[in-house]
């Protein structure tokens, strides 16, 4: 601005009202956004003085090193939390289909519409721990009800007694914790999504395949995916983005991170420098490594998506 | 299973019904079981082998539900979820309704530059600002204080976006016959817009609500002492006691479902807002 002049009436009472929110904006949010990026080039315990360190927590985060001939990595344990993150996103594909498939069965006229909706939903609501307390019981090896039901189905069978050791072995721990986020994901916010967009197709569509005698199936995949895949896609990035950020209650109330780590995720890993171990400027540069993965993927999907997606005509 | 979807609409329906019933009891079972198992007595629980899968409790064993809050302080862990949850909402409600009004309708120097940096953030994952504010804490010395449960879960870019949006749907005639008739822009802000946004307000309300009542990493990072533990990070707590023993299931599931219950009346009254609530942010983020 050149010049002094007052501020108006308006200009007053805008910054008045954006003032206790920016204030706390600022404090908590664009400050330690700035804090943490100045963090990752340091070295902190919360103890002693803040060190500089250069880049030294990338090069120790994300570099390798030659040993006994053979390229080794830094940090392993830092690509194995990768590893374990992108693993557990694995189930999401499952998820984004089942959910569909849930809110096309739904999106028909039926009775106690409100019932099934809200039994579905449940889990989302519920407190997550209280969801992972549970799902630790239902997977409990020697007394679980799904291993009590695994050896009555032997019984059955009359196979051998088998039972599995859900979350106590590497080979299992994933997979089971990607079984519960199925059961808790299949109903909630996607699924209600996809009612939304679902409801949003035009009657008239169908309709004018119906004539031609198209088929149920035809018209799914010719009208409704095509139609509703703008919500598709929306859900699909928020879940990736969500994956990389995620699996930390999950594993810290069921499996402590185990077994052998194959649970820990970046979520994980970064309360582990931060909390269990006070490297507080290592797991700063963490946090900066998923944040720069889930920017370019929301770039990525800014630029590119959209041919990807058909949006609606009308 | 929609390929055998034939236009004849009784075997759609009655695929349709079965799919939903099947999976309905998938997501039932679970919670039949966590309550079947919150009635067992600690030995009892034990008791089932492979030929009893006792569903219905014998007897039914109702000192869980008496007991689990002596054997840790679930009356405190109540009380601090609601304060917080309650202090959260408010604070939440209040300060981004205030912000949201003025970037939707209010004209000043560097508004726009402003709802920028807003929306910006929202981007960045929550590990990101939540490891220097955990700094921020201990240097404010607030660990362990519901200042540090409350304060920071304030402030959320997230909710000035939300309503800022639903304030631009709101149409001008009424704030500017209000105008003419004296009305500040505090009353018309009070009294014209925040009563035309009751749907909005109530869905931010309850999003914060159910966000903050299942908080679970900040509560843990920040609290120390048992006093201060709210719901979900008490029942961690509750679970690490039996860290080198069978647990009592029955006393966790007991615990469990007291924590599951005002949520779900809290649902079961206001479906209509959380589904609106979904597509609202849905459509818009």
């Given at each position: 601005m050149t010049g002094t002049r007052y501020l108006n009436?308006?200009?007053?009472?805008?910054?008045?009202?954006?003032?206790?929110?920016?204030?706390?904006?600022?404090?908590?949010?664009?400050?330690?956004?700035?804090?943490?990026?100045?963090?990752?080039?340091?070295?902190?315990?919360?103890?002693?003085?803040?060190?500089?360190?250069?880049?030294?927590?990338?090069?120790?985060?994300?570099?390798?090193?030659?040993?006994?001939?053979?390229?080794?990595a830094n940090d392993p344990l830092f690509w194995q939390c990768v590893g374990n993150t992108l693993y557990l996103m694995i189930i999401i594909p499952v998820e984004i289909m089942a959910s569909l498939l849930l809110a096309v069965v739904m999106n028909q006229k039926i009775r106690f519409i409100n019932?099934?909706?809200?039994?579905?939903?449940?889990?989302?609501?519920?407190?997550?721990?209280?969801?992972?307390?549970?799902?630790?019981?239902?997977?409990?090896?020697?007394?679980?009800?799904?291993?009590?039901?695994?050896?009555?189905?032997?019984?059955?069978?009359?196979?051998?007694?088998?039972?599995?050791?859900?979350?106590?072995?590497?080979?299992?721990?994933?997979?089971?914790?990607?079984?519960?986020?199925?059961?808790?994901?299949?109903?909630?916010?996607?699924?209600?999504?996809f009612m939304a967009a679902l409801q949003g197709v035009p009657r008239e569509l169908y309709e004018a395949a119906e004539i031609d005698g198209a088929s149920g199936w035809h018209k799914f995949w010719n009208i409704t995916?095509?139609?509703?895949?703008?919500?598709?896609?929306?859900?699909?990035?928020?879940?990736?983005?969500?994956?990389?950020?995620?699996?930390?209650?999950?594993?810290?109330?069921?499996?402590?991170?185990?077994?052998?780590?194959?649970?820990?995720?970046?979520?994980?890993?970064?309360?582990?420098?931060?909390?269990s171990w006070q490297h507080v400027g290592y797991a700063a540069s963490i946090a900066w490594f998923v944040f720069i993965v889930v920017f370019i993927i929301t770039v990525v999907n800014w630029r590119f998506g959209g041919k990807l997606v058909q949006y609606s005509h009308y | 299973m929609l390929k055998n979807m034939k236009p004849n609409s009784v075997i759609k329906k009655t695929v349709s019904y079965t799919l939903l019933a099947l999976g309905g009891i998938t997501m039932i079972l679970p919670f039949l079981w966590m309550l079947s198992t919150s009635?067992?007595?600690?030995?009892?629980?034990?008791?089932?082998?492979?030929?009893?899968?006792?569903?219905?409790?014998?007897?039914?064993?109702?000192?869980?539900?008496i007991d689990v809050w002596k054997v840790v302080p679930f009356a405190r862990f109540y009380i601090n979820s609601i304060f917080v949850v309650v202090c959260v909402t408010f604070g939440q409600v209040l300060t981004s309704s205030l912000a949201a009004y003025a970037f939707a309708r209010l004209r000043f120097p560097g508004r726009d530059k402003l709802f920028f940096a807003y929306l910006a953030t929202m981007m960045i994952p929550g590990s990101v600002t939540m490891i220097p504010v955990f700094a921020l804490m201990r240097l404010f010395g607030w660990i362990d204080t519901y200042k540090a449960l409350i304060i920071p879960a304030i402030f959320s870019a997230y909710g000035t976006f939300l309503l800022r949006q639903f304030f631009m749907t709101i149409p001008r005639d009424l704030e500017d016959a209000a105008k003419i008739d004296g009305c500040s822009l505090w009353g018309i802000f009070w009294s014209v817009i925040l009563p035309l946004s009751k749907t909005a307000l109530a869905t931010l309300t309850i999003f914060i609500s159910l966000g903050n009542w299942v908080s679970f990493m900040w509560p843990l990072l920040v609290t120390n002492s048992i006093e201060k533990r709210t719901l979900p990070v008490g029942l961690a707590y509750f679970q690490e006691l039996y860290q080198y023993a069978q647990p009592d299931w029955g006393l966790l599931m007991a615990g469990s479902l007291i924590t599951m219950v005002p949520v779900i009346i809290v649902f079961l009254f206001n479906q209509r807002f959380f589904v609106e609530g979904i597509k609202l942010t849905g459509m818009k983020g």
């Open positions: 009436k308006e200009e007053f009472a805008g910054y008045l009202f954006i003032l206790p929110n920016f204030l706390g904006f600022l404090v908590f949010t664009l400050v330690p956004v700035a804090l943490s990026f100045i963090l990752s080039f340091i070295s902190w315990d919360m103890l002693s003085a803040p060190k500089f360190v250069g880049l030294f927590n990338f090069t120790n985060l994300l570099g390798f090193h030659k040993e006994a001939g053979s390229l080794v019932m099934f909706r809200a039994i579905y939903f449940m889990p989302t609501i519920t407190n997550g721990v209280a969801i992972c307390l549970l799902w630790a019981w239902l997977y409990n090896y020697d007394f679980g009800l799904l291993n009590n039901l695994l050896v009555k189905l032997c019984h059955v069978l009359s196979v051998p007694a088998a039972r599995i050791p859900w979350l106590t072995s590497v080979a299992w721990a994933k997979p089971s914790l990607m079984l519960m986020g199925l059961w808790i994901m299949i109903g909630g916010y996607n699924m209600i999504l995916w095509p139609m509703i895949s703008p919500t598709t896609f929306f859900v699909a990035v928020m879940a990736v983005i969500g994956g990389f950020q995620g699996g930390f209650m999950q594993a810290y109330i069921m499996t402590g991170g185990g077994p052998d780590r194959s649970t820990t995720t970046l979520e994980y890993l970064i309360y582990n420098h931060l909390y | 009635l067992k007595s600690y030995s009892s629980v034990f008791i089932f082998n492979l030929t009893d899968i006792r569903w219905l409790p014998n007897p039914v064993y109702f000192k869980n539900y």
